[in-house]
């Protein structure tokens, strides 16, 4: 499975985003919430940035802001943002045909993994940013 941490820490950072409206915020702020590493976190939104997901602006009172509504960035737009290879890799390699399942094991194996793949993009599509801010908003506050 080739799904990273860099999908969690995508959606952190969006939802972050989201939670200031259309404010812009610093990097270093993003990452203090994710207690992480400010460049870390600059290579992660750089990548929101070319997926056309939030917009920098640089200067004193530089920083990020969502390229558009949380409401219609998906979980899988963030998911496609940091994961552009394959969900699920087969083989790295062709397997023996010498092998009755090294002959026929890629294809079935293969329509496994596309469909558990695509089963996974379709759930992350249901559930926006907005929902997510939504849900960490209403556990702050039935934790308050």
């Given at each position: 499975m080739t799904v990273s941490s860099r999908t969690s820490v995508a959606i952190h950072a969006l939802t972050?985003?989201?939670?200031?409206g259309g404010q812009t915020?610093?990097?270093a702020e993003?990452?203090?919430?994710?207690?992480?590493?400010p460049v870390l976190v600059?290579?992660?939104?750089?990548q929101l940035?070319?997926?056309g997901l939030?917009?920098?602006t640089e200067g004193r009172h530089g920083g990020w802001t969502l390229a558009r509504s949380p409401s219609t960035i998906t979980l899988a737009d963030a998911y496609r943002a940091m994961e552009p290879g394959?969900?699920?890799?087969?083989?790295?390699h062709e397997p023996s045909a010498a092998c009755v399942v090294g002959r026929h094991i890629q294809r079935f194996l293969g329509d496994e993994l596309d469909a558990?793949?695509?089963?996974?993009?379709?759930?992350?599509?249901?559930?926006?940013?907005?929902?997510?801010?939504?849900q960490v908003l209403e556990a702050e506050r039935l934790s308050s």
């Open positions: 972050k985003l989201a939670e200031r915020r610093p990097s993003i990452a203090e919430s994710l207690a992480s590493n600059r290579r992660i939104l750089g940035r070319d997926a939030v917009e920098a394959p969900l699920l890799a087969g083989h790295p558990a793949a695509l089963a996974l993009e379709r759930r992350l599509g249901e559930t926006t940013i907005a929902d997510v801010l939504d």
